[in-house]
């Protein structure tokens, strides 16, 4: 099936800034695709620190296994991605080819194997063809380095667009750059469409710290998008500074969690991370909207989560939300159906700037009609505060239409 | 939005026994439905025992408190169900609306307001309109006792076929009848989609009884079923056993849990109830396949229930039976999402007679073609084995199609 690039895609890959101490190639295995790259490798200079987070789901793929294992070294030389086959659920034969291709790496670039990082995306259940892929690792390490528009095309699936985010920000008076790229065709699901995101810096940054960050990062960005609620077997983002923007200008790396400048950029990564996040929603398989559910006056964070994800996640809100429907009644369903706190008689729901629901009942100045028109745009945004606490957080996603059915029903026809 | 007769309905509405000791009535109130009875009237001979079970979630209709507060009593003498408005999410005057069409019921019948049950289904947020409903209740308590097909029919919303089901078995030689009737348009909805069953017995059981027969038959029907996973504000079942057929007849009634008697009425609940609830899945919006997830090898019945339950609400694995498409990866993927136990390494899955995986691989002799050609069937089995446990469970769903976000995005527009 040929798809088209989602009505919700950014009209341009955006301009992004030269991370220091890392050089890009990409490659053709011609595996899977034959006319595009579909290898991309990153090799990074001594003393580069990386930080990631994985699936939480219970069968994992053997890049991911491998990738948790030499996390714990905290240092990274390479980063090695095959687009086309997920290397999931093939069992020990799975964990072999993914050792071997990070060997390969390890000799070729004269690095200790711990500091190799792969991941695969793909089909499930197939195995990794070395060959071909060996030697388009290979030639990729020879190209002169290529932009993060062609690294972000080489990992692409069943994505309608290449993603890419980035930010500059003065330490000391000097540029650090933050820059990221992602895939995942919105369906966070295994077959084809494994989100993976990788982050790279030139700040010098002490790997602990850079994990504290990417785990705060995380709850604002991957950890809050939903497509379908499946979850992959592959998911993984990883995230590596080379620290080349500060040793080379002689700043002074971050000292610690402590430290006044990491503010700037922390706030900068989580521009990244959450901007990358929301470029998977937007290319969620036949999305047409962009959704944001915002659950306030919760009694913590993870219960407003909770419930933001019920209501992202209902089909039926999100069938309404396709067909510009403000049918509050799936939303107040969707709500009463978890069970976290909640006051019936205090719960507020807003439809853009619609006042729906007020102290728990259709609110009297709410019209249908200017609802229905506001939601005809192709961003919504649904504020539900709970009426118990103080506590909020937000949850994107996309709507449910024919196409997600075209597109998944066809699939593999 | 002129719903056609799903292509899972049965051929014709069931030929049932007569319950002795109830006359039921039917009404137009044409409060939302010009055309048809909308009001079912169920009225039952004294020492009529009642078993109930209602939504889990925390938004509960009005008509689900008064129902849940009168099962105590144990006893009943009139069920009153209208069909166009569910009277949730509508506050205390709710409230109060539920009690006087209670009220009402009981001066009629000159009985006590605690043997008085009342349903509602319809559009949330809504106060139902009392002169002409009860109007309504007092015609249907005027009319001749209608037949079960007739009730059916009274009782439903966006259901595109009325559903009954029953049996007759013999105790100590004399004719039982068990009868059921449902609605609810497979989508388990807030919106014109709520479950309701209601099955009638003339056997002589004891409430405490009737209520345990009830919950271990609720775990392979109405708690085995999802069409999208999620959940009404009205959802009620209630059961009444007038106990004629044994009385009049000198039989005596079942004595406890252990007479030796119950084993066959218990089968024929059992069968009625899963036949009922096989029926709203069949009534799924937009369904064209019944699908059975069957787990085994799980640790519990329950841990087996919770691995169905994320296969068969995987949008992903819905649309791909949609597409009759073997994507045992999506399968796999919804195993993994959850937090159970399972082997990877024993995980055996079979759809129809196709052995897929064996031993956590692919098997050997997997036919993509064969099975392929199973999934063309409107009806499908999917066995996943765990591999760790003895304990199994089923769950009930149907594919999910393009039909089903064209019915739940053009509802209300």
């Keep these: 099936m040929n798809l088209k690039k989602s009505p919700l895609a950014p009209e341009n890959f955006p301009r992004l800034p030269l991370v220091k101490g890392m ?101 499930i259940g197939e195995q990794i063809p070395l060959r071909p892929t060996i030697k388009a690792i290979k030639s990729s390490f020879q190209e002169k380095s290529v932009s993060f528009e062609s690294a972000a095309k080489a990992i692409m699936t069943t994505d309608t667009f290449p993603k890419g985010s980035g930010k500059t920000i003065k330490i000391d008076g000097k540029d650090i750059s933050i820059v990221g790229i992602a895939k995942g065709s919105g369906m966070i699901s295994p077959n084809m469409a494994t989100m993976l995101a990788f982050i790279f810096t030139d700040a010098a940054i002490d790997q602990k710290i850079f994990q504290t960050l990417i785990n705060l990062g995380l709850r604002n960005s991957f950890n809050a998008i939903t497509v379908d609620g499946d979850t992959s077997t592959n998911d993984t983002v990883l995230a590596f500074a080379t620290g080349k923007a500060m040793e080379n200008e002689k700043i002074k790396p971050f000292s610690g969690i402590g430290d006044a400048r990491l503010r700037k950029f922390r706030e900068a990564l989580e521009y990244v991370m959450n901007d990358l996040a929301l470029q998977i929603v937007r290319d969620g398989e036949g999305a047409q909207k962009l959704v944001e559910i915002k659950v306030s006056g919760a009694v913590s964070s993870a219960s407003a ?69 506001y939601m005809r745009n192709n961003s919504i945004l649904i504020e539900i505060d709970l009426g118990v606490g103080d506590s909020q957080s937000s949850i994107w996603t996309c709507d449910l239409t024919e196409k997600y059915i075209k597109i998944n029903a066809d699939y593999r026809s």
Excluded at 47 to 62: D, E, K, L, P, R
Excluded at 68 to 86: C, D, E, P
Excluded at 90 to 114: D, H, I, P, V, W
Excluded at 307 to 335: C, E, F, H, Q, Y
């Design 23 to 123: 050089l890009m190639g990409t490659a053709k295995s011609q595996v899977k695709y034959k006319k595009r790259d579909d290898i991309l490798t990153v090799v990074f200079e001594k003393n580069t620190s990386v930080a990631g987070s994985f699936t939480q789901a219970q069968i994992i793929a053997a890049p991911v296994l491998f990738c948790k294992k030499n996390l714990k070294s905290g240092k990274a030389k390479a980063l090695v991605v095959n687009a086309g086959i997920a290397n999931s659920f093939t069992g020990r034969k799975g964990e072999e080819n993914t050792k071997k291709l990070a060997s390969f790496t390890s000799k070729f670039l004269n690095c200790r194997l711990k500091d190799v990082y792969t991941c695969s995306t793909g089909v």
């Design 305 to 373: 989560k909770k419930v933001a994800r019920s209501v992202a996640n209902s089909p039926l809100v999100k069938t309404a939300i396709a067909g510009s429907d403000p049918n509050w009644g799936r939303i107040i369903m969707a709500i009463g159906k978890t069970k976290e706190n909640f006051s019936e008689n205090k719960i507020k729901i807003k439809i853009g700037k619609n006042l729906v629901i007020h102290n728990g009942a259709l609110a009297k100045r709410y019209s249908e009609r200017r609802t229905k028109k």
